[in-house]
């Protein structure tokens, strides 16, 4: 069992910056890709960001290309996302996620976090 727990959401202006935290503890951290997803109200749950094991690949979704970055420090068994430039449309529970396949973490992964509120006023 993976136990994930993100932290680092709240409120925030457009065009500011955030950066979520998720902290894992369980079965060994580095060897789980790790990854975010977002649900907006009345939305479908989607993929935001993910990151291999080892940090050698990193994937994300159209819409936050160039604004956020997932990082990950094995040493620290935590996955970041540093959230800029953001916009009232990243209004979202933001969940973090865990999977030992690399292809599974960006569609369905095994372990959840509870999530995080992320609120960008306009």
């Known amino acids: 069992q993976v136990q994930l727990v993100e932290s680092g959401g709240g409120l925030v202006q457009a065009g500011g910056s955030l950066r979520l935290s998720c902290a894992a503890s369980g079965r060994t951290f580095n060897s789980y890709a790790m990854g975010w997803f977002r649900q907006a109200p009345d939305k479908v749950r989607e993929f935001v960001a993910a990151?291999?094991?080892?940090?050698?690949?990193?994937y994300y979704a159209d819409s936050v290309k160039g604004r956020f970055t997932i990082s990950r420090d094995n040493a620290k068994n935590t996955v970041y996302l540093q959230m800029n430039s953001l916009r009232p449309e990243d209004t979202a529970v933001y969940y973090c996620?865990?999977?030992?396949?690399?292809?599974?973490?960006?569609?369905?992964?095994?372990?959840w976090g509870q999530g995080t509120q992320v609120t960008v006023s306009s």
């Open positions: 996620a865990a999977d030992q396949s690399t292809i599974m973490i960006r569609i369905t992964p095994g372990y």
């Open positions: 990151i291999t094991w080892s940090g050698d690949k990193i």
